[in-house]
């Protein structure tokens, strides 16, 4: 049996051949040109940059096995599995730990309100570059090139007061316990009442560290390689009975650099 590694090695260089095949190919008659109006508009474009950057997921994945977690990034029924357990009928505030190459942020922002604000939490730069790349022209999408941890920070910044979702897929169970427990505290703290933390990971280790939260519901999802446990985590709703409602930013000055950020 063939190792993974080998397997993949062969899938980018089948990769390689079709793009060069493609490249080499005469243009369409009548010169047609197709044209983007946004990043996420075209199909066969968005097809293409997804797997390039799918290429650099694995490439890092290579210099960073433990931060990265995954050889491959997540399937598409995955992706869209975690994106059901968001509600996005209103504007929302949603942050990600951990995003990689973007390929649950690019289906987030896809279903997100032209008002909502999503950002991204990656420490690994390659990867920062690159979502900064991706969503350079979304003034929603907000790239921070730091720990998830820095969270409470970058919302005081822009005057937000919470969160409605965070996601996370960095492997929590290779952090210290400390650490672990530490940042599952500013979690739970930047959670408007009743907002969920949603998680997808190999293993189902983080419920018995994660008592602060009121509820917790886990599903275990077999179309991704690896299969992934989904686990939603609840803030408790208020006392008062209020909804999830996460404060909008301030205008305009807390948003000058929207797009791509570095966290001091």
Same mark, same amino acid.
């Given at each position: 049996?063939?190792?993974?590694?080998?397997?993949?090695?062969?899938?980018?260089?089948?990769?390689?051949?079709?793009?060069?095949?493609?490249?080499?190919?005469?243009?369409?008659?009548?010169?047609? +040109?197709?044209?983007? +109006?946004?990043?996420? /508009?075209?199909?066969?474009?968005?097809?293409?940059?997804?797997?390039?950057?799918?290429?650099?997921?694995?490439?890092?994945?290579?210099?960073?096995?433990?931060?990265?977690?995954?050889?491959? !990034?997540?399937?598409?029924?995955?992706?869209?599995?975690?994106?059901?357990?968001? /509600?996005?009928?209103?504007?929302?505030?949603?942050?990600?730990?951990?995003?990689?190459?973007?390929?649950?942020?690019?289906?987030?922002?896809?279903? &997100?309100?032209?008002?909502?604000?999503?950002? $991204?939490?990656e420490l690994d730069?390659?990867?920062?570059?690159?979502?900064?790349?991706?969503?350079?022209? %979304?003034?929603?999408?907000? #790239?921070?090139?730091? @720990?998830?941890?820095?969270?409470?920070?970058? $919302?005081?910044?822009?005057?937000?007061?919470?969160? %409605?979702?965070?996601?996370?897929?960095? !492997?929590?169970?290779?952090?210290?316990? /400390?650490?672990?427990?530490?940042?599952?505290?500013?979690?739970?703290?930047?959670?408007?009442?009743?907002?969920?933390?949603?998680?997808?990971?190999? +293993?189902?280790?983080?419920?018995?560290? *994660?008592?602060?939260?009121?509820?917790?519901?886990?599903?275990?999802?077999?179309?991704?390689?690896?299969? &992934?446990?989904?686990t939603v985590f609840?803030?408790?709703?208020? $006392?008062?009975?209020?909804?999830?409602?996460? *404060?909008?930013?301030?205008?305009?000055?807390?948003? #000058?650099?929207?797009?791509? @950020?570095?966290?001091?």
């Open positions: 049996m063939r190792s993974p590694l080998r397997i993949c090695g062969g899938v980018y260089r089948n990769f390689r051949g079709r793009r060069q095949a493609k490249e080499n190919r005469a243009p369409p008659r009548g010169g047609l +040109t197709i044209v983007n +109006t946004s990043p996420l /508009d075209n199909s066969e474009a968005r097809g293409d940059c997804s797997r390039l950057v799918s290429v650099l997921f694995f490439k890092r994945f290579l210099q960073r096995p433990f931060q990265i977690a995954s050889i491959i !990034p997540s399937s598409k029924a995955l992706v869209e599995r975690v994106a059901s357990k968001m /509600d996005f009928s209103q504007p929302r505030v949603i942050a990600e730990y951990g995003p990689g190459e973007g390929v649950h942020s690019r289906e987030i922002a896809r279903r &997100m309100s032209p008002d909502s604000h999503l950002l $991204l939490f730069a390659a990867f920062s570059r690159a979502l900064e790349r991706q969503f350079a022209g %979304d003034a929603r999408v907000h #790239v921070i090139h730091g @720990d998830a941890a820095s969270l409470p920070y970058e $919302l005081k910044r822009r005057g937000i007061a919470c969160c %409605d979702y965070i996601l996370s897929g960095i !492997p929590f169970s290779i952090l210290k316990i /400390d650490k672990k427990r530490a940042l599952l505290r500013k979690t739970h703290d930047a959670l408007a009442p009743g907002g969920s933390f949603i998680i997808y990971q190999v +293993t189902n280790e983080l419920k018995q560290h *994660a008592t602060l939260f009121e509820h917790a519901e886990s599903e275990y999802f077999l179309q991704n390689i690896p299969p &992934m446990f989904i609840q803030r408790a709703p208020s $006392l008062h009975g209020r909804g999830r409602r996460a *404060a909008q930013p301030r205008k305009p000055s807390g948003l #000058v650099r929207v797009g791509a @950020d570095r966290s001091a």
